[in-house]
């Protein structure tokens, strides 16, 4: 079948565009003669997928606008009145974060619900990403949206549309792809005026109601109000130039513990995000304005929250001086112990509790749980994953007090099942304040641990490459690595850096060594490349876990590296010899041209 000319996509986009900045973008682009730029923005659709929508705010179909937040929630209002019972009774709840026209296109949200007759619960003033889902769960609602550019990369001219389900979780198979379909089916734009929500008698506003509730909630994972607030350990804040201030800061009032020293630079909302060049406390540097101003104040720590608030960073001011920041599944470590330690003290059976990380995370929750007789169990990347995991362990019987993932993703208690990074904040918070009556702080705590569990670290990494034959031909090679494999029984590398190859689970193609007879994986299976690998040493008392995977969004093979054992020394060897095999024999990055992350 013919292409469509692009003369006629420009026409398209001009009859149902009525912005008149992203119309003038399209003209102008049309004046100028450049189709590449037009053809880039137009010819393919934006992909409604797990996470909603993301990309960069400018026109086009394939870009964030307010036609694509449109025809985006007019879809999902039609497969939400279609799938959930009575839903527009029970409304949906929508937020937004500060990001550039993320107000504006909450209120658009709104109005395509609202055009159909659906309750909508719109939420009042810039929120975090939390606030959304537990409003979703507190309220009954239907489904939620959170406008926010936190489900994306941190560039300053990106935006999203994150999506939550009437069960308070990130939406998962089959309801993204019915969302997708129904927004392709209800492409004419019902409605454009965003004031409606002032009008309404079906948009209510229930922020501070929720607001209230959501701190009695965290009032609920307080352990030690009193003590907390004697402690004479000094931290200092950084909010990320996002919206998490005001709650960090009630959330520090409600465990009792003395104010942080906000970076006052960072405080306030700012789409423009000044100071930092990428705005992920994940980021190298992204923390160095917050360890000057810590500095300045001889605070012991740096707490971090990215823009929408829902993920957490933290630093500890080594005897040095120096400041060491912790890693996802270091602090994952920590909040587990804890959890562990709460649940013990309550006197329930531990063969009822349960944690939740995603499979690129730490093995080290998996080692306590077979120390101390837990259930760990294991699920895809993304919260979307784990929340559903948590909520069906839930029914099984199980209290799920705590999930993570290793991109500084943390769940607390059973009010939401989804990251957050204020809850997160206070949990690290007061169990510093706990430690430091100890003689302790939390870097000696975790060696604690490692000497109970086992020493874990890891070696996170990627490859570039941008073509997707060679990305098949390596994966395929993977596969059939010494010439005897079968689509059945796929024949993988055996060893690597001296270690044997224990056990691979392919989720790309739905095989697991470790689940014979039928080597069905029990996770479900990856729309990309997704590859792990367990291997050790049993004479030297070493294990590696190594993941391998595609990105979905990044020209990148993403591995994901982890080595444990009793003797760290051998740990930290071990690790690098990993990675050069990787990259050398497996990847066969100088033949293929891969440069390293």
Request: hydrophobic share 35%; charged share 25%; glycine share 8%.
């Amino acid at each position: 079948m013919a292409a469509i000319p692009l003369k006629d996509i420009v026409q398209e986009w001009l009859r149902l565009d009525k912005n008149q900045d992203t119309r003038n973008e399209i003209e102008r682009l049309w004046n100028a003669g450049d189709s590449v730029e037009l053809e880039r923005r137009l010819r393919n659709g934006i992909e409604f997928g797990t996470a909603g929508l993301r990309g960069r705010m400018e026109a086009g179909f394939s870009r964030m606008n307010d036609l694509i937040i449109i025809q985006a929630s007019q879809g999902l209002c039609q497969y939400v009145l279609r799938t959930v019972g009575n839903a527009a009774e029970r409304g949906v709840v929508v937020g937004h974060d500060h990001r550039h026209h993320s107000e504006k296109w909450a209120q658009l949200t709104a109005a395509a619900f609202l055009k159909n007759g659906v309750k909508v619960y719109l939420h009042e003033g810039l929120v975090h990403t939390p606030l959304v889902p537990f409003s979703v769960k507190k309220l009954g609602a239907a489904c939620g949206v959170m406008i926010t550019g936190g489900v994306i990369s941190y560039a300053y001219d990106d935006n999203g549309y994150k999506v939550y389900w009437e069960n308070a979780v990130q939406i998962i198979e089959p309801h993204d792809k019915g969302i997708a379909a129904s927004i392709k089916a209800n492409p004419e734009p019902q409605t454009w005026d965003f004031q409606s929500t002032q009008s309404s008698p079906l948009c209510l506003d229930r922020t501070n109601d929720m607001r209230e509730a959501y701190f009695a909630h965290l009032a609920s994972l307080c352990l030690r109000k009193s003590l907390n607030g004697s402690t004479p350990v000094k931290f200092v804040n950084t909010s990320m130039h996002g919206v998490s201030h005001p709650f960090a800061t009630r959330a520090f009032e409600v465990f009792g513990l003395p104010a942080f020293v906000p970076v006052e630079e960072q405080r306030l909302p700012d789409p423009d995000f000044p100071t930092v060049r990428f705005p992920n406390p994940e980021e190298k540097g992204a923390l160095d304005l917050a360890m000057s101003t810590a500095d300045k104040c001889s605070a012991g720590y740096v707490l971090a929250q990215d823009p929408d608030a829902d993920r957490f960073a933290a630093a500890e001011r080594r005897p040095d001086g120096k400041w060491a920041q912790f890693t996802g599944d270091q602090l994952g470590a920590l909040f587990a112990s804890a959890a562990l330690d709460r649940y013990k003290s309550s006197g329930k059976p531990l063969a009822k509790l349960a944690m939740v990380a995603s499979t690129v995370s730490s093995k080290m929750i998996e080692a306590m749980a077979h120390t101390e007789g837990f259930k760990f169990v294991e699920c895809l990347t993304g919260f979307k994953f784990i929340g559903n995991t948590a909520l069906q362990l839930v029914q099984e019987g199980y209290e799920v007090p705590f999930g993570y993932e290793e991109a500084i993703g943390f769940m607390f208690g059973s009010e939401i099942r989804d990251k957050d990074g204020v809850a997160a904040t206070v949990m690290f918070a007061e169990l510093v304040a706990s430690l430091e009556v100890q003689g302790k702080s939390a870097s000696q705590h975790l060696q604690e641990l490692y000497k109970r569990y086992g020493f874990f670290q890891t070696s996170n990494s990627y490859f570039i490459c941008s073509d997707p034959p060679t990305i098949q031909q390596i994966f395929t090679r993977l596969r059939n690595y010494d010439g005897a494999g079968t689509p059945e029984r796929p024949s993988y590398p055996k060893t690597i850096a001296g270690l044997t190859v224990t056990s691979v689970r392919d989720l790309t193609i739905g095989y697991d060594s470790s689940n014979p007879p039928t080597y069905k994986p029990t996770l479900p299976l990856s729309s990309g490349q997704m590859v792990q690998f367990r291997a050790e040493s049993p004479a030297k008392g070493t294990k590696i876990t190594l993941t391998t995977r595609t990105s979905g969004t990044e020209p990148k093979i993403k591995y994901y590296l982890e080595g444990s054992g009793k003797d760290e020394e051998a740990v930290r060897s071990l690790l690098p010899k990993v990675v050069n095999e990787l990259a050398d024999e497996w990847m066969e990055a100088g033949k293929h041209g891969l440069a390293r992350g």
